[in-house]
T-cell receptor, first 111, second 113 residues
Framework: EDQVTQSPEALRLQEGESSSLNCSYT??????LFWYRQDPGKGPEFLFT???AGEEKEKERLKATLTKKESFLHITAPKPEDSATYLC????????????FGPGTRLSVLP | KAGVTQTPRYLIKTRGQQVTLSCSPI?????VSWYQQTPGQGLQFLFE???????NKGNFPGRFSGRQFSNSRSEMNVSTLELGDSALYLC????????????FGEGSWLTVV
C-alpha cells in the first residue's frame, strides 16, 4: 500500500536556525513528489514538484531534494513568517490525480 | 489570475441533512479534485473530475458524490450528514490530469451538529 510519512511531527526553531524536514514514501511507480505549505485555516499552497531522484528545487529560503525513498525540505535561516505546516504528497502512475498526502510537519519559527 | 474559488467558506449543518459545496477552478484548468481534511486523518482524496467525467474515486461512502459542469466548475454533495463529516473540504484544480500539479482553494469548513 502506498504511504507517506513525515518527520518530525512538529519542529520549533529560532529565527536563523537552519533545519530539514523529512518525507519518506512508499509508492509503486512514483510520478511526482509535491511539497505544500499550509497556514492555519487556509488551503495548501504549492511549493515544489520533484520528478526524479537527484532533482533539487529552490525558492527563497527553501530547498527541496529527492531520493528514491525520501525527500527533504531544507529551510535556511528561517524567519517567523515561515511558520506553517509543510505537507508532502506523492502521485503514482496508476492513480490519476489522486495525491497521497503525508500528515505534515508543523513548523514554528520563534523571533 | 484568479485562484481556485470555493463557496461557501463556512457552514453548519444538522445530522441527517445534506450539503452542496461549490468550486470554480483556475481559468483554463480542466481537472478538479476534492479532498477532505481532518485533524485525525489528514488530507484524503475524495474524487477527481476531468471533462465532466469522474476519473478517480477515493475510499468514501456513496453519500459523497460530485459532478463537473461544461465550464469545469464542480460541486460536491454529501447526503445524510454524520458528525464525522465535520471537516475542511478542499477543492484543487490542474490544467490536465495525470501528473499535473494541483492548486488548492481556501476550502469550505463544514460543521455537523
Amino acid at each position: 500500500e502506498d504511504q507517506v510519512t513525515q518527520s518530525p511531527e512538529a519542529l520549533r526553531l529560532q529565527e536563523g536556525e537552519s533545519s530539514s524536514l523529512n518525507c519518506s514514501y512508499t509508492v509503486s511507480g512514483l510520478r511526482g513528489l509535491f511539497w505544500y505549505r499550509q497556514d492555519p485555516g487556509k488551503g495548501p499552497e504549492f511549493l515544489f514538484t520533484l520528478y526524479s531522484a537527484g532533482e533539487e528545487k529552490e525558492k527563497e529560503r527553501l530547498k527541496a531534494t529527492l531520493t528514491k525513498k525520501e525527500s527533504f525540505l531544507h529551510i535556511t535561516a528561517p524567519k517567523p513568517e515561515d511558520s506553517a505546516t509543510y505537507l508532502c504528497a506523492v502521485q503514482a502512475y496508476n492513480y490519476g490525480q489522486n495525491f497521497v498526502f503525508g500528515p505534515g510537519t508543523r513548523l514554528s519559527v520563534l523571533p | 489570475k484568479a485562484g481556485v474559488t470555493q463557496t461557501p467558506r463556512y457552514l453548519i449543518k444538522t445530522r441527517g441533512q445534506q450539503v452542496t459545496l461549490s468550486c470554480s477552478p483556475i481559468s483554463g484548468h480542466r481537472s478538479v479534485s476534492w479532498y477532505q481534511q481532518t485533524p485525525g486523518q489528514g488530507l484524503q482524496f475524495l474524487f477527481e473530475y476531468f471533462s465532466e467525467t469522474q476519473r478517480n474515486k477515493g475510499n468514501f461512502p456513496g453519500r459523497f458524490s460530485g459532478r463537473q459542469f461544461s465550464n469545469s466548475r464542480s460541486e460536491m454533495n454529501v447526503s445524510t450528514l454524520e458528525l464525522g463529516d465535520s471537516a475542511l473540504y478542499l477543492c484543487a484544480s490542474s490544467f490536465e490530469t495525470d501528473g499535473n500539479t494541483i492548486y488548492f482553494g481556501e476550502g469550505s469548513w463544514l460543521t455537523v451538529v
